[in-house]
């Protein structure tokens, strides 16, 4: 959990958030307004953008308006894995190691950023940028290997993808997510837009 010593001791929503966050709660009647929960969370962890953690202060918050004890405020947190109590780095990334990534190469990749950022596997950067973790699925299969940073989704990587990845975001230089080899979705490699341009000289839009 965040270090009871330099924590806020006091969280409401900002305005857009407290917004976003009345739009969530009225998704569902009255006595259901509980089932918003996730959405506030989420809302409280991207507000606090110093250390992308839900605080103490946050969780007191969330548990007042949504009329939810704080024991089950704290089992819903600490189940998904998108909701952190602790800090972690502006840039998270994850790395999935089940078994589509992991026989793709998943494992090299990890071994790779560990070594390119000098962390382990759940462990933060001295600067703050970086936390580095092991995921279960993620839903790209097709795609693999593949990893997650904040939002974003990168697929088809090569150990060379992801060094690039990890120096550009570390210079604050743009990157591109999504397949790094340009395919579309889930199609077949032969039919991604470089080869199909290439073969049929067709510019896919």
């Known amino acids: 959990m965040p270090d009871s ?23 569902y009647p009255p006595k259901r307004k509980q089932s918003a929960v996730l959405a506030l969370l989420d809302l409280a ?3 606090n953008t110093e250390t992308n953690c839900v605080t103490d202060a ?7 308006i949504l009329d939810i004890s704080r024991m089950r405020l704290e089992e819903i947190a600490s ?3 998108m909701i ?10 994850q790395c999935c190691t089940t078994t589509p990534c992991m026989l793709r190469g998943g494992d090299s ?5 560990e070594k390119k950022l000098g962390i382990r596997a759940n462990e933060t950067t001295s600067d703050g940028l970086f936390t580095l973790s092991r995921v279960e699925c993620i839903g790209a299969c097709a795609n693999a290997p593949a990893m997650q940073i904040n939002d974003d989704f990168y697929e088809d990587l090569s150990e060379k993808h992801v060094e690039n990845i990890l120096d ?19 199609e077949p490699v032969q039919h991604s837009e470089t080869s199909l341009n290439k073969r ?6």
């Open 5 to 27: 010593k330099t924590a806020p001791k006091s969280f409401s929503f900002r305005a857009a958030f407290a917004e976003r966050a009345k739009k969530e709660i009225a998704k």
């Open 45 to 47: 962890q991207r507000q």
């Open 58 to 64: 946050a969780m007191e918050n969330i548990a007042k």
């Open 79 to 81: 189940f998904y894995t």
């Open 84 to 93: 952190h109590r602790k800090p972690i780095g502006k840039y998270h990334v």
């Open 109 to 113: 990749l990890v071994a790779l950023a």
């Open 168 to 186: 550009n975001l570390a210079a604050g230089k743009p990157v591109t997510a999504g397949s790094q080899i340009k395919r579309r979705g889930a």
């Open 200 to 205: 049929s000289g067709y510019k896919v839009s």
